[in-house]
């Protein structure tokens, strides 16, 4: 089944909203305005990618299909990893800030992933990137003189669309989410 989804676009206006957003406000906008996005896009994706499997006998396009489903299913796996252990670390991070927490007084316990998480998504960003331009570097151009199927036409935007959602994330993410998790952890003494 296919839904279109309807997000923001990034703008002057809308960057500005985010530096706005404290540590929490920003975690829970991202995971809302973008991750839940990306994950929709990638569900619509991956079921354009399987139809044209099934329906088409170009192996160009059946490559390209081949090569989108598994994309989009390491792009998702990123998404999640996000969605179950940077935002909870990075809520958890805002409430010892809130509460005053202070990890040289601490047990030591809180002092066990505050870098990693971070080293992980700056890995995560390289490796979506590193995805995305493999997918490109396998699509069929679309020549003018060439009829393509729908589904593949579609399929191309929406791929398009994840990246153009991947970058705006990136920029988010490293513009006001990464700044603000340093300063919080600072904050804290991590």
């Known amino acids: 089944m ?3 989804i309807k997000r923001p676009k990034m703008t002057t206006k809308l960057s500005s909203k985010y530096r706005s957003y404290n540590l929490e406000e920003l975690a829970q906008r991202l995971d809302r305005d973008y991750y839940d996005h990306i994950q929709a896009l990638c569900i619509n994706a991956i079921s354009l990618a399987n139809r044209i499997a099934l329906e ?3 192996p160009s396009m ?3 299909s081949d090569i989108a489903a598994k994309t989009i299913h390491k792009i998702n796996i990123q998404v999640l990893k996000r969605k179950k252990e940077i935002l909870p670390y990075i809520l958890d991070l805002h409430t010892k800030k809130t509460e005053g927490h202070n990890c040289n007084n601490c047990s030591g316990m809180c002092h066990v992933g505050h870098t990693e998480h971070f080293l992980s998504l700056k890995a995560s960003h390289k ?3 590193q995805y995305l331009d493999e997918l490109e570097k396998e699509s069929l151009p ?3 003189h060439m009829e393509y199927p729908p589904a593949y036409k579609v399929l191309r ?4 669309e994840i ?13 006001f989410l990464v700044p603000k998790v340093f300063e919080a952890q600072k904050a804290i003494n991590a």
């Open 2 to 4: 296919y839904f279109r």
């Open 56 to 58: 088409q006998d170009h």
């Open 62 to 64: 059946i490559l390209y």
């Open 127 to 129: 490796d979506i990137l």
């Open 142 to 144: 679309l020549h003018r």
């Open 157 to 160: 935007n929406e791929m398009k």
């Open 163 to 175: 990246d153009d959602m991947l970058t705006e994330t990136f920029y988010l993410e490293e513009l």
